[in-house]
């Protein structure tokens, strides 16, 4: 066939979606994957296992020739690469994009994103904007967790958006670690496992991907695969009992989707140096040993993990040929949109030259293809702009700020009474120049704080200086989002001593930094929600009811949390 038998697929899938619901006789789904297979070309096969990115909002001439060539499973939406400026822009986009496809007679297109809540965000305007997994995990409700889920997945699906790479089931074990951290929920596989099985169904009810990331688990690394080869070399016990069982609580809860990670576990296959994503044992312990059924994504191949060793298109290759169904090529530094070009063309010759089986192929086809039909993509890839106006309603809205209330961790306090910012001396709020629109955003809810501003990069010489034009009997409100990645501000933490009161809007385990500060509160993000509920705490303090999701190290255990401002460390 082949490129007129694509336009009869195209109207194949409208015929059949006007005609019926898509259930055969006993009243199951009826599965279109394997006929639509038949009909699709060696060269339409390869581009739907590739899932690609591109630059600018809108469909631009160049972009359009590559949907026709290339004709791929999915594009991934970046705000870095000016996908996203505004929801409707991002609908008219997403609209445009699926009626490019249409016109070169290729399949409805996955539509990803990074949509995690906390620090990874693609959406931001307009959108319900979550605290993220390790605010989550301080709050411990698999309920919130499950509307949150819901909310982001109905948002994103309004949008067009039909993939959210997320959420990160990654076990957060090692402090040093540089990428994952409030990205997870704690380092507690159970915890983690309870809260992630609860978004399953909530984002495949609304229609959009659920994928747990990152298998086998980015948990216990101290390197960020973005920028080289990170290695977990535990013992394979330790492994089943805290990096797999996660994502084996996933497969049983139904995740139709799992995202490799670029990571070297020696002991998963007799100390093959394989990252996981190019590593056949992976992909069989997820099939075989979990008993897995849906689509295995890779993370994004132009990432340094691979880069450092491969070429892109051999890294395809071997990827394909490990077990990978969907091939993700994102917006990674020194990687050009057009390169899914040559990696399709490279896929085509591997399976003509037997590199890749047309078995191999054909298989994780037929999942890119399932999945599109589980989820509706076949029959309604459209956006939903009449519901744009639902979208960030103050319903949503309500339960971001729940999670952020309880979320909220007390982790020590020295003072009696704890100092309340709304007296006739609040103190003031030392925070960090860069991040002056977060302030504002503490400031709404606890306007009576003198805020600071000083320079993330303060010179060392400037410190004391800072320390002694400040008030003396006032305490000091002082951003600790990450004291471990700015050693002048860890200094000038030090330096108030007791007269501090941390502000953890990022991981706790920077905050073992500073153990003689007066207070340290941790709302895990940085997100309006959670700095909102930090200025209503500041303002008018209430017996929080966060714990720790993870250890501060040499101070508190996972699980720790005072349950009022009363004295306590």
Same mark, same amino acid.
């Given at each position: 066939m082949k490129r007129a038998g694509l336009f009869f697929i195209a109207i194949f899938l409208v015929a059949a979606a006007l005609a019926?619901?898509?259930?055969?006789?006993?009243?199951k789904p009826a599965d279109r994957a394997p006929g639509l297979l038949d009909?699709?070309?060696? =060269?339409?096969?390869?581009?739907?296992?590739?899932?690609?990115f591109f630059r600018g909002e809108e469909v631009t001439a160049?972009?359009?020739?590559?949907?026709g060539r290339v004709r791929p499973g999915g594009v991934i939406l970046y705000s870095s690469t000016g996908n996203i400026v505004s929801l409707e822009q991002v609908a008219d986009l997403v609209s445009s994009l699926q009626k490019a496809a249409w016109s070169a007679a290729a399949l409805p297109l996955f539509v990803a994103v990074d949509q995690e809540g906390g620090r990874v965000n693609r959406l931001t305007r307009g959108v319900t904007v979550f605290p993220g997994n390790m605010a989550l995990g301080a709050a411990g409700d698999p309920g919130l967790a499950a509307k949150s889920a819901r909310i982001t997945a109905? =948002?994103?699906?309004?949008?067009?958006?039909?993939?959210?790479?997320?959420?990160?089931?990654?076990?957060?074990?090692?402090?040093?670690?540089?990428?994952?951290?409030t990205r997870s929920f704690g380092s507690d596989p159970a915890l983690v496992s309870r809260l992630a099985t609860a978004m399953v169904a909530p984002m495949s009810e609304e229609g959009v991907l659920c994928t747990a990331k990152h298998f086998p688990g980015h948990g216990d690394t101290s390197v960020d695969s973005h920028a080289g080869l990170p290695t977990d070399s535990h013992a394979r016990p330790v492994l089943d009992k805290v990096n797999l069982a996660p994502f084996s609580a996933m497969v049983k809860a139904g995740a139709p989707a799992v995202m490799t990670a670029h990571v070297v576990m020696p002991?998963?296959?007799?100390?093959?140096?394989?990252?996981?994503?190019?590593?056949?044992k992976a992909y069989s312990i997820l099939r075989q040993e979990m008993d897995f059924?849906?689509?295995?994504?890779?993370?994004?191949?132009?990432?340094?993990?691979?880069d450092r060793y491969w070429s892109i298109e051999e890294t395809a290759i071997r990827a394909l040929q490990a077990g990978a169904d969907l091939l993700v090529?994102?917006?990674?530094?020194?990687?050009?949109?057009?390169?899914? =070009?040559s990696v399709h063309r490279a896929l085509v010759s591997a399976v003509r030259t037997d590199r890749i089986t047309q078995t191999r192929l054909d298989e994780a086809v037929v999942r890119v293809l399932r999945a599109k039909e589980a989820l509706g993509i076949l029959d309604d890839p459209k956006p939903k702009p009449e519901r744009l106006g639902e979208l960030g309603s103050p319903g949503s809205q309500a339960v971001s700020d729940a999670i952020a209330r309880k979320a909220l961790t007390l982790a020590w306090n020295r003072f009696s009474p704890f100092p309340k910012a709304d007296g006739e001396k609040p103190g003031t709020l030392l925070w960090p120049l860069e991040k002056a629109d977060q302030a504002s955003m503490l400031l709404k809810s606890c306007s009576s704080l003198k805020p600071l501003f000083v320079p993330l990069s303060v010179p060392p010489e400037d410190i004391s200086g800072i320390v002694e034009g400040l008030d003396r009997k006032e305490p000091v409100y002082a951003w600790a989002g990450d004291l471990g990645r700015y050693p002048a501000w860890r200094d000038l933490a030090r330096l108030l001593g007791e007269r501090a009161i941390l502000l953890g809007t990022g991981s706790p385990y920077g905050l073992s930094l500073?153990?003689?500060?007066?207070?340290?509160?941790?709302?895990?993000?940085e997100v309006p929600a959670s700095l909102e509920a930090l200025g209503s705490f500041l303002c008018s303090p209430w017996a929080p009811s966060g714990r720790l999701p993870v250890e501060i190290p040499g101070l508190y255990p996972r699980g720790w949390g005072l349950a009022s401002t009363d004295p306590g460390f």
């Open positions: 019926s619901p898509g259930h055969g006789e006993t009243g009909d699709l070309s060696l =060269e339409d096969k390869a581009g739907q296992v590739l899932m690609g160049s972009l359009r020739s590559t949907l109905r =948002e994103l699906r309004t949008l067009g958006i039909t993939v959210n790479f997320a959420p990160v089931v990654d076990v957060q074990s090692n402090p040093a670690n540089p990428v994952i951290g002991e998963l296959d007799r100390g093959n140096p394989l990252p996981a994503t190019l590593l056949p059924k849906g689509l295995a994504v890779t993370d994004s191949l132009g990432m340094k993990a691979l090529f994102g917006a990674d530094p020194g990687h050009e949109p057009a390169e899914i =070009e500073c153990p003689g500060a007066g207070a340290a509160i941790v709302t895990y993000s």
